[in-house]
């Protein structure tokens, strides 16, 4: 089956505590995503890869790294997590950056105390 | 960047009903996206569009691409329990050279009374 699978689904950890969610595609997409949701501001764009070894900031990079080391993965890393990084993560992944539709993975749910 | 207005917030409907959203920008986009999230879940693609005038069908779905490339809607006829949840919109926009940018509306989250 054809799928952006994320993990934890759920993770809980502690101010400055180094974290990183991983983020794996099936369907040999050049393109991945990282962006993050919160109450009334919608889906926020952190890093983009177009792909293997090329990525970019998006709207919201600050506190936050990746890598693209293959083309299936692309892991979103906190190296000093803060509460304001409390969110709702989501990865995508999609062909291309031109016409084709991003396909979503299930979200990680993160909460900094 | 570009910004889309997604309206309504929310809506709440009787079951049976058809339901409207639309997403409006003063800018241009080149491709519609239409997103559904359920709670807990990753959004899933509904429909996509990508000429300008461009009317597609997904079942009880249609949307429109609209003429002006500043607009487009979501219509859900007869609309079922399983509806309910946040519709997204998002627009696709050339951001200088050949990068493409992605953005989305805030949602239209739906309720569905039986």
């Known amino acids: 089956e054809a799928q952006v699978t994320q993990n934890p689904r759920y993770l809980i950890t502690v101010t400055g505590k180094k974290l990183t969610v991983t983020c794996s595609q099936n369907?040999?997409?050049?393109?991945m995503s990282w962006y993050r949701q919160d109450p009334g501001l919608g889906l926020r764009q952190i890093y983009y890869?177009?792909?293997?070894?090329?990525?970019d900031k998006g709207d919201v990079p600050e506190g936050y790294k990746v890598s693209r080391k293959e083309k299936r993965n692309f892991p979103l890393i906190l190296e000093s997590p803060s509460p304001n990084q409390t969110s709702l993560y989501f990865c995508?992944?999609?062909f291309g950056q031109g016409l084709s539709p991003l396909h979503f993975g299930n979200g990680t749910r993160l909460t900094v105390t | 960047g570009q910004q889309l207005n997604q309206s309504p917030q929310s809506m709440f409907i009787q079951e049976g009903e058809d339901v409207s959203m639309n997403c409006t920008s003063s800018?241009?986009?080149?491709?519609w996206l239409w997103y559904k999230q359920d709670p807990g879940e990753g959004p899933v693609l509904l429909i996509a569009?990508?000429?300008?005038?461009e009317l597609t069908s997904n079942g009880r779905l249609t949307a429109q691409f609209g003429i002006t490339r500043k607009d487009s809607f979501l219509n859900i006829s007869a609309s079922i329990p399983s509806d309910v949840g946040i519709y997204f919109c998002?627009?696709?926009?050339?951001?200088?050279?050949?990068?493409?940018?992605?953005?989305f509306g805030k949602g239209t989250l739906l309720t569905v009374n039986p």
């Open positions: 995508a992944s999609s």
């Open positions: 369907m040999n997409h050049e393109y």
């Open positions: 890869s177009m792909n293997v070894e090329v990525t």
């Open positions: 800018s241009i986009f080149n491709t």
């Open positions: 569009l990508y000429k300008a005038g």
């Open positions: 998002a627009g696709r926009y050339l951001n200088g050279g050949s990068n493409y940018k992605l953005t």
